[in-house]
């Protein structure tokens, strides 16, 4: 991954044995990233999926999601870990 | 899940610490809650969860859980949690601030179990201002049963028992909790917010947190009525349920701040604290040092007393007193003693009555159902009991004659009119101690020095004790006179 390639601001996370498929952050999601499964999980419900890319990271997905732990939302770090010029990507 | 690690991005919006890792639930539903999808529920849950980690104060947060669909909130939330009897939340609440006034207590309450069954106790704990946080989920309906009507439900809203709509002529209005309890003067906080689209739910995650850091500041109750959608009893999709909030529910419910006094509100002052439990005999004056040693039982202890007396009269003739007097020498001489006043809704000076028991064995009953000895004050009380006396027993009548048709072979009777004769001694009050004493006489249980120390320990006047006294003395001497006659 070069330094110049642009990344997301935000990257969303979504807890497949959590989430119930009810819809409402596909509804919510301002930049539209988040579509639905067509497989079924473990419990039988479709599930919330992120598109890849292109969230930025405002969490409305999360608000207005019922469940504690199905959506994560991350946001870029504002003090990149990257060290410029070392090409070593950030230990987390 | 947890909120795993990503390079180069940190995590913005992810699980509460103040949710368990795992349920600890049935089956392996142990990363999941029990709410259907799209249930409001799970969204408040977040609200609060994120407000005890924000305000940090996981360690002393104590949920009290209600009856309803979200009773399970103690498989989910990482802090103190105690299920409640249905609608009694803010009372269980109440209990546990007052006695732990350091933790943070927030009632959790649905709307059947709030404005239904506890609408009296959530009416009093608002005006009591308890410094408690409730939050009051409102989605119009009994979801957790299947779907009966609520005092909230809308009108013309279908329910399992309202099943062509709620009408005014039969269910009444929907009741508006936060406009009722907004006219209290004691709560600080009182906003009704809705989960309708993301914008409401910004707001409720806002009034959420206000209503629980007004709490950690002390501040007083603060009620939180978040409208709710129930996707599943209202038979829509998770996002109809959603907007219906918006669109429909909120024209009956308008949301914002119907109270608020957090401004001007000071901290509350914490009530003393409960004294401790060893110190209470000290304060009622029933410790140890405190009572009076009492006048040892004069008969040998094989000598059985298992006396059962009635009294009987209008009020104000001291029917209550006679048997108070009597119960306490009981007490005073060692004996198991028991006084049971008998009056029920009755006028100023209507008929009372009251049991008394000593024994020199523990006693069953207090009641009196087969007295010794009747003490009548008047002629219906008379009429009244006169059939209960034991065969043997006596009866000490308060009147010239004995009326003809109560008489029986089977009871011994002194009828007098002591009314007259308390009146000769100084104050026809005393005519109740002239019939105990005659009564004394008659059991012979009792020890003269038990009877003045009962006497001295409820007659605060001397003046009356020396009246009292005399009137005794007169009533045994009445009743030795009138055995001299037979």
């Given at each position: 991954?070069s ?10 996370r ?22 639905m ?5 473990h ?17 409305i ?12 939302v991350?946001k ?16 987390s | 899940?947890s ?97 732990r ?7 959790y ?24 946080t ?14 009966q ?35 209290l003067?004691?709560p600080v ?14 707001q ?8 629980v ?19 599943t ?8 349920a ?41 304060i009622?004056?029933?410790?140890d ?5 009492g ?10 007393v298992?006396?059962?007396v009635r009294?009987?009269?209008f009020?104000?003739?001291g ?8 119960a ?8 198991e ?24 064995k ?45 008489k ?16 000769e ?7 109740n101690?002239v ?21 001295g320990?409820l ?12 009137a ?15």
């Open positions: 991954m330094d110049t390639e642009k990344r997301d601001r935000g990257l969303l979504v807890g497949v044995d959590e989430c119930k498929g009810c819809g409402l952050c596909m509804d919510a999601c301002p930049p539209k990233v988040i579509g499964s067509e497989r079924l999980n419990y039988g419900y479709r599930t919330a999926t992120y598109a890849g890319k292109g969230c930025t990271g405002c969490g997905c999360f608000m207005v999601c019922p469940e504690p732990g199905a959506l994560t991350y870029l770090a504002k003090v990149p870990m990257v060290a410029a010029g070392t090409g070593v990507t950030g230990v | 899940m909120n795993e690690m990503i390079p180069d991005y940190e995590v913005a919006h992810g699980k509460s610490k103040a949710f368990y890792e795992r349920y600890e639930r049935k089956g392996e539903l142990h990363h999941q809650t029990h709410y259907c999808p799209g249930c409001g529920h799970g969204n408040v849950s977040k609200m609060l969860a994120r407000a005890i980690d924000e305000l940090g104060i996981q360690d002393r947060t104590i949920l009290i859980n209600p009856v309803g669909c979200s009773v399970f909130g103690y498989y989910y939330f990482d802090v103190g949690n105690i299920q409640a009897a249905h609608g009694r939340a803010p009372a269980v609440a109440t209990a546990v601030k007052r006695s006034p350091d933790s943070v207590v927030v009632a309450q649905g709307d059947g179990d709030l404005a239904a069954i506890g609408s009296g106790e959530i009416l009093h704990a608002a005006n009591r201002g308890e410094n408690i409730v939050i009051f989920v409102n989605n119009g309906i009994y979801s957790m049963t299947g779907g009507v609520a005092p909230t439900t809308l009108l013309g809203m279908k329910s399992l028992t309202t099943p062509q709509g709620r009408s005014v002529a039969n269910e009444g209005y929907p009741l508006h909790v936060s406009e009722l309890l907004a006219t003067e004691a906080l009182i906003e009704r917010v809705g989960l309708g689209d993301a914008k409401q739910i910004v409720a995650t806002r009034a959420i947190k206000r209503a850091e007004n709490q950690v500041r002390g501040l007083g109750f603060s009620l939180i009525e978040v409208l709710s959608p129930c996707p009893i209202w038979k829509m999709s998770a996002l109809d959603q907007h219906w909030v918006r669109d429909v529910m909120e024209k009956t419910f308008p949301l914002g701040v119907f109270c608020d006094r957090t401004k001007e509100a000071h901290p509350r002052l914490q009530p003393a604290p409960a004294p401790a439990l060893a110190e209470l005999p000290r009622l004056g029933v410790a040092d405190d009572l009076p040693e006048h040892p039982y004069p008969g040998k202890r094989a000598e059985e298992d006396l059962h009294v009987a009269g009020g104000g003739q029917v209550l007193l006679l048997g108070e007097v009597l306490e020498a009981g007490l005073d001489a060692g004996l003693v028991s006084w049971l006043p008998s009056y029920g809704p009755e006028m100023r000076s209507g008929t009372s009555n009251c049991h008394v028991r000593l024994s020199t523990t006693i069953d009953s207090p009641l009196v159902v087969l007295p010794d000895v009747l003490v009548a004050m008047n002629e219906p009380s008379l009429r009244k009991f006169d059939d209960s006396v034991r065969p043997g027993g006596w009866v000490i009548y308060n009147g010239d004659t004995f009326p003809e048709d109560c029986r072979k089977d009871v011994n009777v002194l009828a007098l009119p002591f009314t007259d004769i308390a009146h001694l100084g104050d026809a009050r005393v005519g101690m019939m105990l004493g005659a009564l004394l006489e008659i059991a012979n249980a009792l020890p003269q020095t038990s009877i003045d120390a009962a006497l320990r007659v605060k006047n001397p003046k009356w004790v020396a009246l009292d006294e005399r005794l003395e007169r009533g045994r001497a009445l009743l030795k006179e009138s055995l001299l006659e037979v």
